[in-house]
């Protein structure tokens, strides 16, 4: 029997102690253990980015990291953007963009397009695109996602723009 290992991971701002395997990956730990279910399982080999999470700010596959690797990291999983009756800005984009259809790799797409909007909050489209080429959707065209990703960054540098007025 492989011996479980105590860590403390931190998710959406929540210390969670949790009993664990060294070799149990860091998206099975934040499904089966943390209770966040939000974060889809799609190939489980790194491929298809369904598994999409932030740490420390970087989109993550969480397929591809073990939970033990993860102690002492913020973890911010699509259950920290917002709600369905409550949506960030990002994810009305989705919604009026039609970012989305069967939706099952749109957490993932919501989870690598925040941690890049942070990082580069007045993107091209190109870099857009090339952002979300590391994703795969099977359904929308991807045409949809970089709309809403586009739209969302122009909403907020006008929204910034509009707090730097203020405060002046
Ligand atoms: S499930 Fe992690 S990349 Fe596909
Ligand atoms: S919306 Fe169906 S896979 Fe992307």
Redesign the pocket.
Known sequence: MTDKQLIVLTVNGEEHELLVEPRWTL?DVLRHHVGLTGT?????????????ILVDGEPV????MYAVQAEGCAIRTVEDLGTPEEPNDLQQAFSEHHGLQCGFCTP?FLMLAEGFLAQEPSPTREQIRETVSS??CRCTGYQTIVDAIEATAAQRSTESGRKEDAVR
């Open positions: 998206l889809h399982v799609g190939c489980e080999h790194g491929v298809c980015g369904a598994c999409t596959r969480a397929c591809l993932g994703n795969l």
